[in-house]
């Protein structure tokens, strides 16, 4: 049986693009696998771990003939590398991407793509706070999300072979418009990133005895703020400011609605308090009930998320 793309380049070959090389590999998708990466570093690692049959530092070396291309750098570096890439693209490939924001996405990628290409941008709603190909892993997308944002116009069969490379890596799939892919992901993730780095960053900002208790007492609840706060520091600079409208809208609900919280914990309403945090509580069931309560991580079997 024939593979679904005969070579397929992946830029950036970090925690998402070394799972999806990895996920690739584990079900038979592409003839071969092209790798990209700036530092001779990660190069050498992407080929000691077998990720790709060759990698490339130079975007154009790497998708020449390819039928599929993954962008799957921080979106910051994704207009150099389109501009990279363009003359080198092949007639009818596909490119399609990771990041976690859409709308600048096609903005800085779109223009560069010749006429014939086609451009499926994707977001995998998947990850954990490790960078670099020795953080991935093929299971990685399994049971989880990957929304889909093609522009109005774009080539339905096309969207299609997209839509079957992660069904096969066991992602469930939806198509959505970018716009709206950026207000739901500025509150289920840039948001909750942004008030853990606030919250461990204000933690530091502590007196020194203070800061040994933080450490010692973490389990009570700051300990989970700190596995977020300890994403890619790239990689998130990038998403607040490509996702800088919805993220301030959403920043600005959010602060009404602690400034109520507050005045309810100054004037002892406990009814209010409690009512809202039975309300949250049920949000945690839903999720827990659609399984997307955590994600499994080979390299610690016994932790829960
Ligand atoms: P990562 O682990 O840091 O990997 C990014 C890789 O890109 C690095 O290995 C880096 O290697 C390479 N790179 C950086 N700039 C490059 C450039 N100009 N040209 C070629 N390679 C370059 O990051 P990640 O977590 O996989 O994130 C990648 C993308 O996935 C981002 O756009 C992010 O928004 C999206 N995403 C992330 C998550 C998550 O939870 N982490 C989830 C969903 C989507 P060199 O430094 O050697 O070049």
């Known amino acids: 049986m024939s593979a679904l793309f005969q070579r397929v380049a992946v830029i950036g070959v970090g925690l998402i693009g070394s799972s999806m090389a990895r996920a690739m590999r584990k079900h038979g998708l592409a003839g071969e696998i092209v790798g990209c990466a700036r530092s001779a570093e990660t190069r050498a690692k992407v080929l000691e771990l077998g990720l790709a049959d060759r990698c490339e530092a130079d975007p154009a070396a790497a998708v020449a003939?390819?039928?599929?291309?993954?962008?799957?750098?921080?979106?910051?570096?994704?207009?150099?590398?389109?501009?990279?890439?363009?003359k080198a693209l092949a007639p009818d490939a596909i490119v399609t991407d990771v990041g976690s924001v859409k709308q600048a996405v096609i903005r800085d990628v779109g223009p560069?793509?010749?006429?014939?290409?086609?451009?499926?941008?994707?977001?995998?709603?998947?990850?954990?706070?490790?960078?670099?190909?020795?953080?991935?892993?093929?299971?990685?997308?399994?049971?989880?999300?990957?929304?889909?944002?093609?522009?109005?116009?774009?080539?339905?069969?096309?969207?299609?072979?997209?839509?079957?490379?992660?069904?096969?890596?066991?992602?469930?799939?939806?198509i959505m418009d970018a716009g709206h892919h950026d207000k739901v992901l500025a509150i289920t993730s840039h948001l909750p990133h942004l008030i853990a780095y606030t919250i461990v960053g204000t933690a530091t900002g502590l007196e020194q005895s203070e800061q040994s208790e933080v450490v010692r007492y973490s389990a009570g609840g700051f300990r989970d703020f700190t596995r977020i706060a300890a994403s890619d520091p790239v990689m998130w600079r990038d998403v607040f400011l490509n996702n800088r409208e919805a993220v301030l809208e959403m920043l600005q609900?959010?602060?009404?609605?602690?400034?109520?919280?507050?005045?309810?914990?100054?004037?002892?309403?406990?009814?209010?308090?409690?009512?809202?945090?039975?309300?949250?509580?049920?949000?945690?069931?839903?999720?827990?009930?659609?399984?997307?309560?955590?994600?499994?991580?080979?390299?610690?079997?016994?932790?829960?998320?």
Not at 142 to 159: F, N, S, V
Not at 273 to 283: A, G, M, P, S, V
């Open 65 to 86: 003939g390819a039928d599929l291309v993954v962008l799957a750098t921080p979106v910051g570096a994704y207009e150099a590398v389109a501009r990279a890439m363009e």
């Open 112 to 174: 560069y793509l010749p006429e014939g290409v086609h451009f499926v941008p994707g977001h995998p709603i998947a990850g954990t706070e490790h960078s670099g190909p020795e953080a991935g892993f093929a299971e990685l997308f399994e049971q989880r999300w990957c929304i889909l944002t093609p522009p109005a116009g774009t080539d339905a069969a096309a969207t299609e072979k997209v839509v079957r490379l992660w069904r096969a890596f066991g992602s469930r799939v939806e």
């Open 253 to 305: 609900r959010f602060t009404e609605d602690l400034t109520a919280l507050q005045r309810a914990i100054r004037w002892g309403e406990g009814e209010t308090l409690e009512q809202h945090f039975r309300k949250t509580r049920e949000i945690r069931r839903g999720i827990v009930e659609a399984k997307q309560a955590g994600s499994f991580d080979p390299r610690e079997p016994d932790k829960k998320v």
